[in-house]
């Protein structure tokens, strides 16, 4: 069992950086792959980023690449997604996801993660 609670979000202007955090308590944190998920007022959950378990290798969806980056601090059990040059179109609330037994070809898809946080709202203004 893993719990997931995130912390950074926050109201900012258009070309600013936040910064998110997403602390994991429970046992072997090192094994579980870790993503970052969005949902907007009205849309379907989307995927952003992910770090896998084995390796470390992050893919990111293509809306985001370049802006942002997911890392991960194994020591502290968590995993960060650091957001730069956020628009408007950022704005969701940011979901921080995590399971033990991923395959690349589920890496973006939120119905194969078991272990969701609570959401962080990111407020993007122009």
């Known amino acids: 069992q893993v719990q997931l609670v995130e912390s950074g979000g926050g109201f900012v202007q258009a070309g600013d950086f936040l910064r998110l955090s997403c602390t994991a308590s429970?046992?072997?944190?090192?094994?579980?792959?870790m993503a970052w998920f969005r949902q907007a007022p009205g849309k379907d959950r989307e995927f952003v980023a992910v770090?896998?378990?084995?390796?470390?290798?992050?893919y990111y969806a293509d809306s985001v690449k370049g802006r942002f980056t997911i890392s991960r601090d194994v020591a502290k059990s968590t995993v960060y997604l650091h957001m730069n040059s956020v628009k408007p179109e950022d704005t969701a609330v940011y979901f921080c996801?995590?399971?033990?037994?991923?395959?690349?070809?589920?890496?973006?898809?939120?119905?194969?993660?078991?272990?969701w946080g609570q959401g962080t709202q990111v407020t993007v203004s122009a």
């Open positions: 429970g046992r072997a944190f090192r094994q579980y792959t």
């Open positions: 770090i896998r378990a084995s390796g470390g290798h992050t």
């Open positions: 996801a995590a399971d033990s037994s991923m395959i690349y070809s589920t890496l973006a898809d939120y119905q194969a993660y078991d272990y």
